[in-house]
């Protein structure tokens, strides 16, 4: 079945610095990947998406690129900002078949960003 | 704006009780999602339907049933709470592709 490995558990950061949250999948077909955000006591939201039409997804400085090759969708930002911090899903949505929709998370990355 | 409601937004419930968890969405979106939340296991997918009247065996269905009466509504029922599932329940919406998805805020759930 589908998979999200996040080798990262907790990542922190100083301000300024740049970020790099790994994401590699495990899936039957080509799915779609996303990157998702949750601010302490809301809801998850959606961040990125990898299918934008050849263009590098990018929102709020995080950019992620897909690699079928390495089946990596790794989210990036040159410099943290305080308010970065968060944790951070990667999922993937399975495109084979009847489109299900379903999507399939990692354990999450949370980040954390000091002064 | 897109909007997953869900209620209530906090349950204490005792172990053996009935608990039923409600969402409600005004996307007209077809698919709907039912998660947990627990430190260390990320967000897990219990049930999810693809329209009214259908219901889908997530990752992790044991102990949980779900209901979808109609396009918005989506209904997680767990018939004997028992402690390990003490968690954070969210539910979503999404449109086919799951490439357009919406969290609710939450349901925090505690079995004593």
């Known amino acids: 079945g589908d998979s999200v490995t996040q080798t990262e558990g907790l990542v922190t950061l100083t301000e300024g610095l740049p970020v790099m949250l790994n994401c590699t999948y495990q899936?039957?077909?080509?799915?779609?990947l996303f990157w998702y955000v949750q601010h302490l006591n809301e809801a998850p939201k959606l961040l990125l998406k990898s299918f934008t039409d050849n263009k590098r997804p990018e929102h709020q400085g995080f950019h992620a690129t897909l690699h079928k090759s390495s089946s990596s969708f790794h989210l990036q930002k040159s410099s943290a900002q305080l308010s970065d911090s968060a944790l951070y899903y990667c999922?993937?949505?399975?495109?084979?078949?009847?489109?299900?929709?379903?999507?399939?998370f990692g354990h999450g990355t949370i980040l954390r960003v000091h002064p | 704006e897109a909007a997953v409601t869900q209620s209530p937004r906090n349950k204490v419930a005792v172990t053996g009780g009935k608990v039923t968890l409600s969402c409600n969405q005004t996307?007209?979106?077809?698919?709907m999602y039912w998660y947990r939340q627990d430190t260390g296991h990320g967000l897990r997918l219990i049930h999810y339907?693809?329209?009214?009247?259908?219901?889908e065996k997530g990752d992790i269905p044991d102990g949980y049933k779900a209901s979808r009466p109609s396009q918005e509504n989506f209904s997680l029922i767990l018939e004997l709470a028992t402690p390990s599932q003490t968690s954070v329940y969210f539910c979503?919406?999404?449109?086919?592709?799951?490439?357009?998805?919406?969290f609710g805020k939450g349901t925090r759930l505690t079995v004593v």
């Open positions: 999922a993937l949505s399975d495109r084979g078949g009847a489109n299900t929709g379903k999507l399939t």
């Open positions: 339907s693809y329209g009214a009247g259908s219901t």
């Open positions: 899936s039957t077909y080509s799915p779609f």
């Open positions: 996307n007209n979106h077809n698919n």
């Open positions: 979503a919406s999404g449109d086919a592709g799951g490439t357009e998805v919406f």
